[in-house]
């Protein structure tokens, strides 16, 4: 990437040390670091350069405790590189899924941005083996063109489907998931479809059918639903599947493989099971994911999906520091990227898993600004809410935004990270535009 890319956001002295007061109001700076202005006058700061920060009359700074905006949280506002007004700017918070700017840039930048993941398609005595790499869009579709691609090989028969995990190794699920049934909570690995959701409807009369036209009905899908109310679903299969030889979401990825084959005219015979690929053995057909990782960021920001953001995660830590991928890479190796693009900011970022899933990841508005600065290329990604380019982070007691105000081409970084039980980030994003506005 271009080194301008990878440069820090010039703040300034951030309201801390040159806080001068116009002769009609008062300011004071909070031990929080926020600077609080009278109703009546407005707050001149002087940074390193002759920039100064305006903060308009309408709602200053100290209304927003009295108005119950933020009882505990932190934001900040900026334009051409100055911030405008602020709050506990060196406090960090628990993001949730705005930290996936984090892990969507590292993968922009580690993997690059072209970057496809391989799946391997090998042949043993009529078993087919099938080795992933964490390509996170197999999607019912694209397993079905590479059905497709095989029977235009020559492939007519197989008698067993192995899967092939080696390439991760995982202890565990991401810190911050769950056992629930919500899709959210799904396991990361090797080899999964459908982002490892499974959806499926109960008919009023209890019948289980397909939740979607381009997947077929699976075994796994009747089982899980005699345990599922009538209605649309879309759900972790880990919930419901217990015991047998291979894990819920490895049934998921081979059920879903044997329908396709049979459906593309290959007759599959033999049982689903866990495998290595035998040593030197060629691959058949080597598949490269049809999205690129850009494609997957967009994908990933949209949706602001968990598994493919972990997916990124994963891959991104081994790519850095060898195969096979583990948690503990993942996290080795964001810290090493933190620290080599935002050396100053290296302490404020934590991460524990990349989806914003965890509430031991914290992040501080001021490192925050940062990422968005380095992400201002990729800000098209990003997708808008009333015009405006942001991420949203939310979990139980967690409200936050991070994007850009302003003009497309030369957005201005803006975040809010709220920790308190009342969700107002919409009415301070309010204010937080109209004081951008303000700034001529």
Request: charged share 20%; hydrophobic share 40%.
């Amino acid at each position: 990437m271009p080194s301008a890319h990878r440069r820090s956001l010039p703040l300034p002295v951030l309201l801390l040390l040159t806080l001068l007061c116009a002769s009609t109001g008062s300011a004071r700076v909070t031990s929080t670091g926020s600077a609080q202005v009278a109703s009546t006058g407005s707050a001149r700061v002087t940074s390193t350069g002759s920039a100064h920060v305006s903060i308009p009359r309408a709602e200053p700074v100290e209304a927003l405790a009295s108005n119950n905006l933020i009882t505990h949280g932190g934001y900040a506002v900026t334009r051409d590189g100055r911030v405008l007004e602020a709050q506990a700017l060196d406090t960090a918070f628990v993001p949730a899924s705005t930290i996936k700017l984090v892990t969507c840039l590292a993968a922009l930048e580690t993997l690059g941005r072209d970057y496809r993941f391989a799946t391997g398609f090998f042949l043993n005595e009529q078993t087919l083996f099938i080795r992933g790499s964490g390509d996170p869009t197999l999607t019912s579709e694209e397993v079905a063109a590479i059905a497709a691609e095989l029977a235009r090989r020559g492939l007519r028969q197989v008698d067993g489907i192995a899967l092939d995990t080696s390439l991760f190794a995982l202890n565990g699920k991401a810190d911050g998931a769950e056992e629930s049934a919500n899709a959210y909570d799904t396991a990361n690995g090797a080899l999964a479809v459908n982002y490892n959701a499974v959806p499926l409807t109960v008919t009023d009369d209890g019948r289980v059918v397909s939740g979607e036209e381009e997947t077929p009905l699976l075994p796994l899908m009747q089982e899980i639903g005699r345990r599922l109310e009538p209605g649309s679903h879309r759900v972790n299969p880990g919930a419901f599947l217990a015991g047998g030889t291979i894990s819920p979401t490895l049934r998921y990825a081979g059920e879903l493989f044997r329908a396709m084959l049979e459906r593309a005219g290959i007759r599959v015979a033999g049982r689903i099971t866990a495998a290595r690929v035998p040593a030197g053995l060629q691959p058949f057909y080597s598949h490269s994911s049809k999205k690129t990782v850009e494609e997957m960021v967009r994908s990933c920001l949209h949706y602001s999906n968990n598994f493919l953001a972990n997916q990124l995660f994963l891959a991104a830590g081994a790519s850095s520091l060898g195969w096979p991928a583990t948690w503990d890479k993942g996290r080795q190796s964001m810290r090493a990227y933190i620290a080599a693009t935002w050396p100053q900011h290296r302490d404020s970022i934590v991460m524990a898993e990349g989806s914003g899933l965890s509430r031991r990841t914290r992040i501080t508005p001021k490192a925050m600004l940062a990422v968005l600065d380095n992400f201002r290329p990729y800000a098209g990604l990003l997708k808008t809410r009333d015009g405006i380019p942001l991420k949203t982070g939310s979990l139980a007691g967690v409200h936050c935004y991070a994007g850009y105000l302003g003009a497309a081409d030369a957005p201005d970084p803006f975040v809010i990270l709220l920790n308190q039980p009342e969700n107002t980030r919409d009415r301070l994003l309010a204010r937080l535009r109209q004081v951008h506005a303000a700034e001529r």
